[in-house]
């Protein structure tokens, strides 16, 4: 019993050392949840809220919130808001799968030790490679926007179409994206092609 004990400790201790625990337990838990305990979000467009708190783990040398865990946060919040939609299913569903492709984040106010806070994720549309969606970091004390990031889902083995129609068992245009959205995604989209031609590989080889 004590050496079962100590080797579920040992295995314990080296799943947290030596691997991101906290995160790969958190994503599946918050798809868990978002699935078997949370109502189905119906509109894909729909804004859906995360809670969270800052944690002393997530602080830097400044006392505040690391740049890095407003990213992890995200990622958290963006894989209940797929699931809660549907989008995560039918991914499955359709034996295809997504991965993040690009991201950008603006800061505006730093969020405090044990301040509590919401990511609010929606998803702002899609192309034909790739959803597209946006998290704000809203304290919960105030009410204050304190940061905004944006991110490119790529899909692989289904076009983002083909996953919204599977899902809403129709045909769905995309709605329009916002015009600071198509800045990005122009910036993106060139900085692709400078990195092909610098890899000396043209149009030959696309980014994932």
């Not at 804004?47 to 740049?67: G, K, T, W």
């Not at 499955?92 to 044990?114: K, N, P, Q």
């Not at 969606?133 to 009410?143: I, M, Q, T, W, Y």
Request: charged share 25%; with cysteine; proline share 4%.
């Amino acid at each position: 019993m004590l050496g079962l004990l100590v080797a579920s400790l040992a295995l314990a201790l080296g799943f947290f050392a030596l691997l991101d625990g906290w995160y790969l337990l958190r994503v599946p838990c918050a798809v868990l949840r978002a699935r078997l305990l949370q109502p189905r979000v119906r509109d894909l467009l729909a804004e859906q809220r995360y809670p969270s708190r800052v944690l002393p783990s997530d602080l830097d040398l400044l006392l505040h919130m690391n740049n890095a865990r407003y990213l992890r946060e995200a990622d958290v919040a963006r894989a209940a808001h797929l699931a809660r939609c549907g989008v995560l299913g039918a991914l499955g569903e359709l034996g295809a799968h997504s991965v993040l492709a690009a991201s950008c984040a603006r800061y505006r106010r730093s969020l405090r030790l044990l301040e509590p806070f919401e990511v609010r994720t929606r998803l702002l549309g899609w192309d034909d490679r790739a959803f597209y969606l946006e998290a704000r970091f809203v304290s919960r004390r105030d009410g204050f926007l304190c940061a905004l990031l944006r991110f490119r889902q790529h899909t692989l083995g289904a076009s983002p179409g083909r996953v919204v129609q599977h899902l809403c068992k129709r045909r769905v245009e995309p709605p329009e994206l916002p015009e600071d959205l198509h800045h990005w995604i122009t910036y993106n989209e060139a900085s692709s092609q400078l990195l092909r031609a610098e890899s000396g590989l043209g149009d030959v080889t696309k980014d994932q």
